[in-house]
Each structure stands twice: as C-alpha cells, then as structure tokens.
T-cell receptor, first 110, second 115 residues
C-alpha cells in the first residue's frame, strides 16, 4: 500500500495564483521525484531532488527535499490553465521501486 | 519518438480471458518497471527488470501475473484468468542502473477493463 501522505487532495484556484502541495512520509527517502499526470496518460517527470535540503527549480516550478528526508514540497507560481492535472510525489529508497503519494488534483479556472 | 511506448493503449476483455501487454523502453535504458494504477490512486510497483533479469516482484503480483523481458529490450506483462479487480491502468517505466538520479520515465499506459 501507499506510504506517502500527499496534501491537499484537490485544489481549485484562479489563473495567476500560486500553488503549494506537499508530501510526508514515515520513511526516509534518498530521492524525491515530482510527476504530473494528464487523464489517460502516464506520469511525466517534472522535478527530481537528490539531497536533503536541496531546492530545485524548473521554470515556474520549485521543489524542495526536506531536511529530515521524510518530506518534500512543490510550488507552482503564476498558474496557467495547462497546469491542470494530477500531481504526484514519489520517493525512492536504496532500492529501485518508486513509492507514490495519492496525488493532488489541480484545477485552474481561467 | 524516443520515449517509452506501450501497446495496446486500451484493452477490454471478459472475465477469465488472458491478456498480454507490451512495453518498449527508451533504447539506452537497461531497467524496466511495471506499475499498476487504479482510479484515484498513485501508481503501485509490480516488478522490475535489469536487462533480462527480473530482480524484484511486489506482493501485488499474484501468480496469475507474469512478466518477461527475454532479450533485455521490450517486456511483456501477461495476466491469466482475468478478474474484474484487475481493471486498472498498467504503466511501464524505464531507467538506467547506476544513474544516481534514479529517474524513471513512464509510458502512456495500457488501460485494462475486465467485464
């Protein structure tokens, strides 16, 4: 079963607003990955984080790897309609499997 | 297109039938992963291969499920005697052993509906 708690489950925002979502875990992860998934498609990798405390940006997206290695957050600035979708966090331990959160459904109203 | 591809994209079958899905990874990737995703949930790990060797299987992978990667390139996932609970999106991902970034890149998935 899932080990990551992702919040919020859903968000309804106006175009131009900033968005923040986060993931917490009872387990330590060595890598955090953030994906976006559109309906009927596979997840697309947005940002990857490799070191505790690391802050990484990709355009309007910014993500951080928590100091405790048990949490991560993703911020989206100045949201646009194409940001609509489901955002997933995923953690990687020393093995290879990804453990995913439950997802955050983002709706952006024009 | 050099991404991960999966076929078919959709499969509708009757309970009790066998189905097989195919995944073609990114060509230079030696690791291939299978995940299952049900509605409203994140993907859940099923199994992964390094080249042709199947290195790890989840407890989700019952004995009705079998995966192969015979030549270390494409992989197939077969489900025998399908049940309605097998209805889900089956996702394939690929990556590279030794990649410190541990990134996995997903295909578009195969949506299975068992009637």
């Amino acid at each position: 079963g899932q080990q990551l708690n992702q919040s919020p489950q859903s968000m309804f925002i106006q175009e131009g607003e900033d968005v923040s979502m986060n993931c917490t875990s009872s387990s330590i992860f060595n890598t955090w990955l953030w994906y976006k998934q559109d309906p009927g498609e596979g997840p697309v990798l947005l940002i990857a984080l490799y070191k505790a405390g690391e802050l990484t940006s990709n355009g309007r997206l910014t993500a951080q790897f928590g100091i405790t290695r048990k949490d991560s957050f993703l911020n989206i600035s100045a949201s646009i309609p194409s940001d609509v979708g489901i955002y997933f966090c995923a953690g990687v331990t020393s093995g290879s499997r990804l453990t995913f959160g439950e997802g955050t459904q983002l709706t952006v109203n024009p | 297109d050099t991404g991960v591809s999966q076929n078919p994209r959709h499969k509708i079958t009757k309970r009790g039938q066998n189905v097989t899905f195919r995944c073609d990874p990114i060509s230079e990737h030696n690791r291939l992963y299978w995940y299952r995703q049900t509605l409203g949930q994140g993907p859940e790990f099923l199994t992964y291969f390094q080249n042709e060797a199947q290195l790890e299987k989840s407890r989700l992978l019952s004995d009705r499920f079998s995966a192969e990667r015979p030549k270390g390139s494409f992989s197939t996932l077969e489900i025998q005697r399908t049940e309605q609970g097998d209805s889900a999106m089956y996702l394939c991902a690929s990556g590279t052993r030794g990649d410190p970034r541990r990134e996995q890149f997903f295909g578009p998935g195969t949506r299975l509906t068992v009637l």
